[in-house]
């Protein structure tokens, strides 16, 4: 199969060392507790706020100030130590707005037009209006949803070490595939590291240019809005946040197509990070969109839309009209292709051979890890996802059957749920893990979930809401070799969760208790939810419905059109072998795909300015260099922007309290 050039930058990027180090100790603990404390509060807010992850900025911003303070005492960080932190923090801060959701969804509008509130269960979250107008989840009827909450939670942590370690140790230990995008998390341990060593390298400069960037940036977007929203009653905003709506202005010309544009700066550096010819994908499928929809609006197709309606509007009314089935045409062609790609290679690793004229794969290396990696047997690894998925079977049976009030229907079948976790999931997790091994990028199947409920004959809401055992382990994969790239001994990460699953369910509880005590969530308190979240609840709507007593009538059944679906696949699979014949980059089909989704197009413009300015300005001034140089800045970038972040949360949340201790 032919290697894009460009992947192949990232493949060499770096390379697994031979020795590997504990990393845990008892000031990765105290500097976990830090990130729990302090930054989780503000993941969760600007998650509402402005809709950024602030997952990865503060965990770069615990791991610079735990650098600087080893500095100070005189002391060296190694990377394995610091990845342990970097691995801490991220887990604290995977603290989302899970409840707030929950009692967001409940009293949806778009969810009560559908006709779906009045089936969706209590044990998922009480619906009295006089429960939720407390705005509290201190109180009994949240019990059994906080509790199942809290228990899914400890399966999700135990299942980390289960099927998705098997699948690493497959695809890296005995296929030797390269994954590409595994050396990016890795890049910056190793630019910290060697700050702490007193090297004055060209990763620390770097990652200081990015933080620098970052900070000034971070300052105009969301610290200022964040300073003055505390101080006065309305905050001031130097950039819009999170986009600027236009499509009024545009519609004349380009009737029903969303024009969205987004100043944050992280998107530009996202494009430089990204592979070239994904983003060139991008515009391309975009500006295909913008003459697309015009002419799909004057033949009578996206007939929900109006003249006014806005850049959110438009998105929802043409998702009704055609997106929602051509979108998941061209999923459903991305998974073949991807098929397709993983069965390729797959027969040209077996035919490869080593220097002694043997076959490359050994599949003894199952069982024959690196030594010193810290790895834990393969019959742990499966017991370990047997354990997870028969409780996974074994509560959604329960919860979907007999705890979800009158049955509608017949009950959904028990060996529907076997398949899903031990038939399904293991395929699909195998398959994307070699896709992520291969070009970076996971390709699962769409809608197998959703055509399974809908064709089960189950009628209700609670199957969409229930802890259906499907999972996709391709993250957990790479996540496992960009330990390995650093250095890091595996059983470190057994003793993290030790620490980080208590921290990051009492976070939960209090972050989200705080939050939805300051206001409604959401309103125009928390900008990106209050603009997104019910157009969010609309497309889940969309498909939930279909599974309601009354789903002939619903609007799944309007929204969903074999015919356009077949369209989008054969167009798809049309795209890809044109680009295949001609020796075209592989990822540019990816890209063209996400361009024609129509669903982010505040993102792909300023993606696109970040790719041509790294491939036509940072390239040809760095050279070969520029592929590392591009990762570490990225993660500098991101430090820099929670640093300011953090500062304005300050006064947010000391402006908050004051007024509460006050009332």
Known sequence: MKIDKELQEFRDILAAPDTFEDGFSWRTILMALFVGLLMAPAQLYMQLVAGLGMGEAARWVTVILYVEIARRAFTTIKR???????YMCGAVMSIDSGLLGRQFIVQSESMRMMGITQYIPEWYAPKDPAVLATRSFFMKEWLIPIGMMIGLSFISRLDSFGLGYLMFRLTSDVEKLPFPMAPVGAMGMT???????????????????????GMVFGLIYIGVPQITGAIFSEPIKIIPIPFVDITNYTERVLPAMPFLISFDLSLIVTGMVMPFFAVVGSVIGLVFTMIFNPFL????????????????QTIQSNLLDFYYSFGLGLMFAVAAIGFIMCIKSFREKKREMDASGRPEMKWSKLFQPPKGRGDIPVWVALCIYLLSTTTYISAAYYLIN????????????????????????????????RMEGLVGMQMPIPFVREASFILSGYKGAAIWLAPIPMQNYAGQVVFFRTTELTGTNFRSLIKCELIIYPISIVGMLLFCQFVWSMG????????????????????????????????????????????VLGIA?????????????????????????????????????????????GRYVFKKRFGDKWPQIRIVFAAGVGAGVGLITMLGLGFVLMSKSVIKLAL
């Open 80 to 86: 394995p130590e610091l990845f342990v932190l970097f």
């Open 191 to 213: 630019a910290l590291a060697d700050v702490s060593g007193e090297k004055d390298t060209w990763r620390w400069r770097t990652f200081a240019f990015g933080g620098m960037a």
């Open 297 to 312: 609006y004057k033949i009578g197709v996206l007939k929900s839309w109006e003249p006014g309606l806005g850049g959110i």
């Open 402 to 433: 007999y705890c979800s009030g009158p049955l509608l229907g017949s009950k959904f079948p028990l060996w529907l749920l076997f398949f899903y976790g031990f038939i399904y999931t293991p395929v699909m997790s195998y398959v994307s893990a």
């Open 520 to 563: 409604n969530v959401p309103s125009e308190m928390f900008p990106y939810a209050n603009e997104f979240w019910e157009l969010g609840a609309y497309q889940q709507g969309l498909t939930w419905s279909a599974t309601l007593p009354d789903a002939g009538t619903s609007a799944f059944r309007e929204a969903f059109q074999p015919k």
């Open 569 to 613: 696949f054969v167009l798809a699979i049309v795209v890809y072998s044109i680009l295949s014949h001609f020796g075209l980059p592989t990822l540019l089909v990816f890209g063209v795909v996400r361009g024609l989704d129509a669903s982010v197009p505040q993102s792909i413009i300023p993606m696109m300015i970040g790719a041509l300015i």
